[in-house]
């Protein structure tokens, strides 16, 4: 059973950072691509930034420069660091997994772990 457990979110001000962790199993991490999405109130799903195999990595314009993102294999777990937080950062955020190649389209990940949530204040 492929379980993705998202944990690290909370309350923060504005200027603050935080770190996302997604702890995987039951699957083969290798050979995933994953991702980082997040979700607003009211809103469709938005692209953060992905991370291949081969640890390429890829940012939405919005967070790029602020957020990294990065893979550990030993542990199965990706992350995602965010600097600068801005209040337009407050969101749900959620990894994701995809065989194979990366994508910026939420609909081509394979799987999804719970959320975590993050909310920045002015």
């Known amino acids: 059973q492929v379980q993705l457990v998202e944990s690290g979110g909370g309350l923060v001000q504005a200027g603050a950072s935080l770190r996302l962790s997604c702890a995987c199993s039951?699957?083969?991490?290798?050979?995933?691509?994953m991702g980082w999405f997040r979700q607003a109130p009211g809103k469709e799903p938005e692209f953060v930034a992905t991370?291949?195999?081969?640890?390429?990595?890829d940012y939405a314009d919005s967070v790029k420069g602020r957020f990294t993102i990065s893979r550990d294999t030993t542990r199965n777990t990706v992350y995602l660091q965010m600097n600068s937080l801005k209040p337009e950062d407050t969101a749900v955020y959620y990894c994701?997994?995809?065989?194979?190649?990366?994508?910026?389209?939420?609909?081509?990940?394979?799987?999804w772990g719970q959320g975590t949530q993050v909310t920045v204040s002015s």
């Open positions: 994701a997994a995809k065989l194979t190649t990366s994508s910026r389209v939420h609909s081509e990940y394979d799987y």
């Open positions: 039951g699957l083969v991490f290798s050979a995933y691509a």
């Open positions: 991370i291949n195999s081969w640890e390429t990595t």
